[in-house]
């Protein structure tokens, strides 16, 4: 009896999943719209990590972490990664 009543909640909760439709994580777009978040989220991350020694920087060194921040922001929002 109970492990009927197993098989019987394995069906229903199978019918439930696959009567929902494809979910966001199908869609090309919201994919490509959430990882770009998370690249923007990563960066804001570094970039908290990095405020503290700025001061410490010559100025060079602080020119060239605004760079790669720029470039890696750009990088963010579009489609086409280099191997470089």
């Known amino acids: ?36 978040a998370q690249c923007r989220d990563a960066i804001t991350s570094a970039v908290a990590l990095i405020e503290p020694i700025k001061p410490a920087l010559t100025m060079p060194e602080r020119n060239a972490v605004e760079t790669k921040v720029k470039e890696a922001t750009a990088l963010c929002n579009t489609d086409k990664y280099s191997d470089g």
Do not use: F, T, Y
């Not at 199978?14 to 770009?36: F, T, V």
């Open 1 to 36: 009896m109970i492990e009927m009543s197993k098989q019987l909640s394995l069906k229903v909760a199978l019918i439930l999943l696959l009567s929902a439709g494809p979910s966001a994580a199908c869609d090309p777009e919201e994919m490509i719209n959430e990882l770009r």
